[in-house]
């Protein structure tokens, strides 16, 4: 897994302070969560990580390569990470199996070998029987599956999650909470977890970061942390 390091981060749109001077470091294969109120920057922070969006001051560097400086930086495929959301965003005109296809799409893999990998990702989150289907025709939770699939298939050093149970029912997302927590340790990523659900982030972390206005206020294993009853 890569390492994340961040060195006084700072990220502002128009007059709005999203981050304000953030100091992290994860080290390669954890798990970080990020809880924090609506609005406090967790979006902002994942999607930095990513590359959509860039950095105005301090720098990023992801396993030892600076990513970003906030004059410089490399784009979203640079970087060997793949990103899970909360509204799935697969492809609707593609299969499961053309949507987990879609992200080896830039490797120079024959095709027996990347449909070896299709195969084994979609197996890993027990969809191998419905790959033919269109987004349409899967469960939310199916949906998610697929997109769980496609993060994992093309082995990234980080794999980012911003809510990605939040639209799921309770029952659904204990079991696709450890499923993530499953494939992520076998993939050997470092994960970024964004979540506003206290009890997922205390299920998940080896490292919580709890973030407020922009600022990073709380850091630490989860028994570190302080946690509301
Ligand atoms: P969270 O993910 O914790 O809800 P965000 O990172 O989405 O927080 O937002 C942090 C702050 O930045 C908020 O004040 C939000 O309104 C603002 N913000 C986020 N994205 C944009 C944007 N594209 N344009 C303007 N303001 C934004
Ligand atoms: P600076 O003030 O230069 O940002 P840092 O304390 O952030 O100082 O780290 C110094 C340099 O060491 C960074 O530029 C970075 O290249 C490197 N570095 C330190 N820790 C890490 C890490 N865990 N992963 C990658 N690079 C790191």
Redesign the pocket.
Known sequence: GH?V?L??VSKHYGRTAALTDIDL?VEPGQFLVLLGPSGSGKSTLIRTLAGVEHLDRG?L?L??T?MDDGRRRLPPERRDLAMVFQDYALWPHLTAAGNVDYALRRRKLTAAEAGRRRAEALDRVGLAHLAGRYPHELSGGEQQRVALARAVVGNPRLLLFDEPLSNLDADLRERLRVEIATLTRQSGATAVYITHDQSEAFALADVIGVLDKGKLVQLGPPEAIYHDP
């Open positions: 390492t390091h060195r006084q470091h720098r560097h396993g030892g600076l």
